[in-house]
């Protein structure tokens, strides 16, 4: 069982920056999946990024098209906690952030397990 608890959401003008934090329980850390999602009113939830093992060593990540250059997925997992560097923040970026965690590796069809509860970004223009 993983629990994740997110944190750093809030209001900030467009063009402005948050990081958002996830701490995660478990022992097992490194060898998830990571991720975050995000949901605005009235659209359907999307993948935002993801974070986990390639082969070999190598962790991938991967970002929305929307996001990509303006947001950076990282973890560290000493402190079991993984981030969301947004930058560049625009309006449609707000919606609720969630941090998800699985064994699976990212998919087309990724369906996270564990989920935290969500923090709110807002970006005014």
């Known amino acids: 069982q993983v629990q994740l608890v997110e944190s750093g959401g809030g209001l900030v003008q467009a063009g402005g920056s948050l990081r958002l934090s996830c701490a995660a329980s478990?022992?097992?850390?490194?060898?998830?999946?990571m991720g975050w999602f995000r949901q605005a009113p009235g659209k359907e939830r999307e993948v935002v990024a993801a974070?986990?093992?390639?082969?070999?060593?190598?962790?991938?990540?991967y970002y929305a098209d929307s996001v990509k250059g303006r947001f950076t997925i990282s973890r560290d997992n000493a402190k079991n906690t993984v981030y969301l560097q947004m930058n560049s923040l625009k309006p449609e970026d707000t919606a609720v952030y969630y941090c998800?965690?699985?064994?699976?590796?990212?998919?087309?069809?990724?369906?996270?397990?564990?989920w935290g509860q969500g923090t709110q970004v807002t970006v005014s223009s």
């Open positions: 998800v965690a699985d064994r699976v590796p990212y998919g087309s069809r990724w369906s996270p397990n564990y």
């Open positions: 478990g022992r097992t850390f490194s060898t998830y999946s």
């Open positions: 974070h986990g093992w390639s082969s070999g060593s190598t962790y991938y990540a």
